[in-house]
Nanobody, 116 residues
Framework: QVQLVESGGGLVQAGGSLRLSCAAS????????MGWFRQAPGKERDVVSTISWSGGSTYYDDSVKGRFTISRDNAKNTVDLQMNSLKPEDTAVYYCNAVVVGENYWGRGTQVTVSS
C-alpha cells in the first residue's frame, strides 16, 4: 500500500505562484513515475504534469507548459509542482499520482483557487 499526501494548495491572485508538494509513504519500491492531475468543477480529471523515476523525462500539458515545473526527490519520496503565472482557469483540485508496480495511487487532492 502507498499513501500520498498533498500540501501547498490555497487561494492566490492571478499572476501569483504556488508550490504543491506530495509525499509518498508506505510500500514504495522499484522505479515509479509520479505526476499531478487536476479536476476543475464540472470537468474530467486531466493530467497536468508527469515525471519519470530518474527525472529525465517530463511531460506538461500545453495549458501549463512554460508556467509549471515538476520535480522530484527520490530520497524523500516527494514530487513538487511549482506553479507560476497562475490563471483563473488553473482553479481545480490537484491530485498527486504515483504508479508503483503497475498500481495507481492517488492523494486526496488539494484545492487551488486562482482569483481574477
Amino acid at each position: 500500500q502507498v499513501q500520498l499526501v498533498e500540501s501547498g494548495g490555497g487561494l492566490v491572485q492571478a499572476g501569483g505562484s504556488l508550490r504543491l508538494s506530495c509525499a509518498a509513504s508506505g510500500r514504495t519500491f522499484g522505479d515509479y513515475a509520479m505526476g499531478w492531475f487536476r479536476q476543475a468543477p464540472g470537468k474530467e480529471r486531466d493530467v497536468v504534469s508527469t515525471i519519470s523515476w530518474s527525472g529525465g523525462s517530463t511531460y506538461y500539458d500545453d495549458s501549463v507548459k512554460g508556467r509549471f515545473t515538476i520535480s522530484r526527490d527520490n530520497a524523500k519520496n516527494t514530487v513538487d509542482l511549482q506553479m507560476n503565472s497562475l490563471k483563473p482557469e488553473d482553479t481545480a483540485v490537484y491530485y498527486c499520482n504515483a504508479v508503483v508496480v503497475g498500481e495507481n495511487y492517488w492523494g486526496r487532492g488539494t484545492q487551488v483557487t486562482v482569483s481574477s
